[in-house]
């Protein structure tokens, strides 16, 4: 699927379209992020439902993902917007397309986290969970797990 910004930017979601270099520079300098492999990159944009936004001249400004199946959850992960693009609602842009887009209709529960957007998800009905006792993590070590790749 493709979608128009009044600004000339696009939205896409076909992923052999996504410039994985671009997102693995962003997303390897990110705070959830860091020093994540391309390789890792690669695998996640795969694993995924993704929509990506391009300047007019083509260049990937702006990225989002979901981790689905389609059918019942997803997690929303790797919002981002270049630096340089910032300021031209991009970043409502994407995560627009992401959460309306057809595959994440009906879904139960989607989900995602984030350090400092609160209020841009508020705008789509993500909320704080009421209780964080019927959550459970692992959590590992990014630095461990990519020094060895």
Request: aromatic share 10%.
């Amino acid at each position: 699927m493709r979608w128009s910004h009044p600004d000339g930017f696009e939205a896409d979601d076909d992923p052999a379209r996504i410039d994985v270099d671009a997102v693995h520079g962003f997303l390897s300098t990110a705070y959830w992020s860091p020093g994540v492999p391309r390789e890792v990159v690669a695998r996640s944009i795969d694993g995924s439902l993704n929509v990506a936004v391009y300047a007019p001249a083509g260049e990937l400004v702006a990225f989002a993902r979901a981790v689905t199946d389609r059918a019942t959850f997803a997690w929303i992960a790797d919002v981002f917007v270049q630096p340089e693009y910032r300021g031209h609602g991009l970043g409502k842009f994407v995560v627009t397309c992401l959460v309306e887009h057809p595959e994440l209709k009906g879904l139960r529960r989607m989900m995602l986290a984030t350090k400092d957007a609160h209020e841009l998800y508020r705008q789509y009905g993500f909320n704080e969970l009421p209780d964080l006792t019927t959550m459970m993590v692992i959590r590992r070590d990014p630095t461990e797990l990519y020094s060895g790749q």
